[in-house]
Nanobody
Framework: QVQLVESGGGLVQAGGSLRLSCAAS????????MGWFRQAPGKEREIVAA????????FYADSAKGRFTIDRDNAKSTVYLQMNSLKPEDTAIYSC????????????????WGQGTQVTVSS
C-alpha cells in the first residue's frame, strides 16, 4: 500500500510558476513509476508527465513540453512537477499516481492516487 499526498497548488497569474510535490509513504518508492495527471471541470483526466522507476525516463504531454519538468527524489520519496509559463488552460486539479514496476501513461495503469491539489491560473 502506498499513500500519496500532494501539495504546492494554488492561485497564480498567467506566466507564473508553481512547484507541485507528491510525498509517498509505504512500500519502496524507488520501485514505482510516478505520474502527474490533471482534470479540469467538464473534461476528462489527462496525463501531464510521468517518470520511470527503472531509469528515470520521462514523458510529457504535448501541452507540458518545454514548460513543465517532472523529477523525483527517491531518498525523500517525493516526486515534483515544476510548472513554468502557466496558462489559464492549465487550471485543473492535479493528482499524482504511482505504478509499481511498470511504465506507462494511461491512468488505468496506475495503482495508487493522491487526493489532488487545485491549480488555478488567472488571466
Amino acid at each position: 500500500q502506498v499513500q500519496l499526498v500532494e501539495s504546492g497548488g494554488g492561485l497564480v497569474q498567467a506566466g507564473g510558476s508553481l512547484r507541485l510535490s507528491c510525498a509517498a509513504s509505504g512500500r519502496t518508492f524507488s520501485s514505482y513509476s510516478m505520474g502527474w495527471f490533471r482534470q479540469a471541470p467538464g473534461k476528462e483526466r489527462e496525463i501531464v508527465a510521468a517518470i520511470s522507476w527503472r531509469d528515470g525516463s520521462t514523458f510529457y504531454a504535448d501541452s507540458a513540453k518545454g514548460r513543465f519538468t517532472i523529477d523525483r527524489d527517491n531518498a525523500k520519496s517525493t516526486v515534483y512537477l515544476q510548472m513554468n509559463s502557466l496558462k489559464p488552460e492549465d487550471t485543473a486539479i492535479y493528482s499524482c499516481a504511482a505504478n509499481y514496476r511498470h511504465w506507462g501513461t494511461r491512468a488505468t495503469m496506475y495503482d495508487y492516487w493522491g487526493q489532488g491539489t487545485q491549480v488555478t491560473v488567472s488571466s
